[in-house]
């Protein structure tokens, strides 16, 4: 099944701070976050394996909370270079495909 | 520089007739990946392929065949292409790992007419 992610879209002003959630109803081997801008290919942000873990990646973090089947991607101190659509995509065994959620369009305004 | 190209980049086609889509990678990964993305679908998975002539379905794999017969190089055709199937196709390569995600090529717009 195909993961849950919230909101669908959210509008920011730089400097504001956001978080993007991704929710599966089955158990899951690791995370992924993608960002897409417009026009271009998904890029690759992190992964986060079960565990527990939360990463960095500037000012980008992400966790994962095993017992819940739940990722959140934390972007604080919003860039105009931020904006985007981001995409979480879940493998539930480390040996299948990622399968994505519909996507979070993150607009950032100055 | 990503090692990964898909061609074409966009192509007009018309209904009924047979597409093939090229995805080469230089990276010499075992994995690689069709998805299509549609508005409010994101991305869902056509075909993949864990090696060469090991390939699988997708969830949304009707109408879509795959051959790998080289490490670099995956095709995706479609058999007789209808409106349905216009989209933007990507493809993807990964490592096996735990660390690694995928690389995403820049996609090919896809329009049936």
């Known amino acids: 099944q195909q993961p849950v992610q919230s909101p669908q879209a959210v509008i920011l002003r730089e400097g504001e701070d956001a978080v993007i959630n991704c929710s599966s109803s089955k158990a899951l081997y690791s995370v992924h976050w993608y960002r897409q801008k417009h026009g271009e290919a998904p890029v690759f942000l992190m992964i986060l394996l079960k565990g527990g873990e939360q990463k960095g990646h500037e000012k980008i973090s992400a966790s994962f909370n095993e017992k819940k089947q739940q990722s959140s991607l934390y972007l604080t101190a919003s860039q105009l270079s931020y904006s985007g659509t981001y995409f979480c995509?879940?493998?539930?065994?480390?040996?299948?495909?990622?399968?994505f959620g519909k996507g979070t369009r993150l607009s950032v305004i100055a | 520089d990503a090692g990964i190209t898909q061609s074409p980049r966009h192509k007009v086609t018309e209904t009924g007739t047979p597409v093939t889509l090229r995805c080469h990678q230089t990276?010499?990964?075992?994995?690689m990946y069709w998805y299509r993305q549609d508005p409010g679908h994101g991305l869902r998975l056509i075909h993949y392929?864990?090696?060469?002539?090991?390939?699988d379905k997708g969830e949304v794999s009707d109408g879509y065949s795959v051959s790998r017969s080289k490490t670099e190089d995956f095709l995706l055709t479609l058999e007789s292409a209808t409106s349905s199937q216009t989209s933007v196709y990507f493809c993807?390569?990964?490592?096996?790992?735990?660390?690694?995600?995928?690389?995403f090529g820049s996609g090919t717009r896809l329009t049936v007419v």
């Open positions: 392929s864990y090696g060469v002539k090991d390939t």
């Open positions: 990276e010499n990964h075992r994995y």
């Open positions: 993807a390569i990964s490592r096996r790992g735990e660390t690694y995600g995928y690389t």
């Open positions: 995509g879940t493998d539930v065994s480390g040996n299948t495909p990622l399968v």
